[in-house]
């Protein structure tokens, strides 16, 4: 089997789970493809899904990009990550632990199954502005079977082209593509949910029409222009309230 990897991300727009989210915005993902309540997933897919392959995002994949994002942000934030264009890169005072988010993983699932590698419009949620990740596979047969290891891991290793300096202001002009790396950093993140989907589509690539897509939401959203992705100094010495200390993050 032959597959390829392309990554991508944005950082979205912005309010609950009981919320009327047509209010937002027509754009807003859970108003334009309406959507059964969390933590259900919706059953409706896009046109590009000419056919799909059932899965889902499951409980032992929920914990592993969980764990994943919290032990790449705590080696950041240890001070132990030492690659960079220049590394290595700076320890993080007030970078929070991740937890799961069902709302975040609803609007993730919707937008997944619209079967289109791009970003949605409006990914809004009553608490925070939400950022974005997402990536594809392509294979010449069906694909019943997530990477989420690999995905996440592709996503991070951008970190080898980030500056230590970016860390005090977001560059609005970086050296390649770094934006899954800082979203996954990101101090102020501590939410996440993610959505799934493998389909075929020959729309665009015949020879390679399985695809798998992935899309994982962030909340609070990061990477903002001029903003730092994290305060630099010792791990966990600058929590903010009502978060404290835990092995380098702030719980």
Known sequence: MLLTLVIALLAGSVTSQSFDYCTLSAQNTLC??????????????????????????????????????????????????????????????????ISWDNELALMAQTHAQQCVFTHDADRSVA???????????????????????????????????????????????????????TQMLWAKTFKIGCGIVSYYDTKFQPSYAYKLLYVCNYGEAGNYLGAAVYKSGAAASA???????????CA
């Open 32 to 97: 334009k493809y309406k959507a059964s309540k969390p933590p259900r997933c919706p059953t409706s897919f896009g046109t590009a899904c000419m056919k799909t392959i059932p899965m889902s995002v499951t409980a032992a994949d929920r914990t592993l990009i969980v764990n994943a994002h919290n032990n790449m942000r705590r080696q950041v934030a240890k001070g132990s990550e030492k690659r960079g264009s220049p590394g290595p890169q700076q320890s993080a005072a007030n970078m929070r632990e």
């Open 127 to 181: 608490r925070f502005k939400v950022g974005q990740n997402i990536a594809i596979q392509f294979s010449t047969v069906e694909m019943k079977k997530s990477n989420w290891t690999s995905m996440i891991q592709s996503w991070y290793d951008e970190v080898k082209i980030v500056s230590s300096s970016y860390v005090s202001s977001f560059p609005s002009n970086p050296t390649g593509v770094i934006g899954h790396y």
């Open 239 to 249: 929590c903010p309230t009502p978060t404290k200390p835990k092995d380098g993050l």
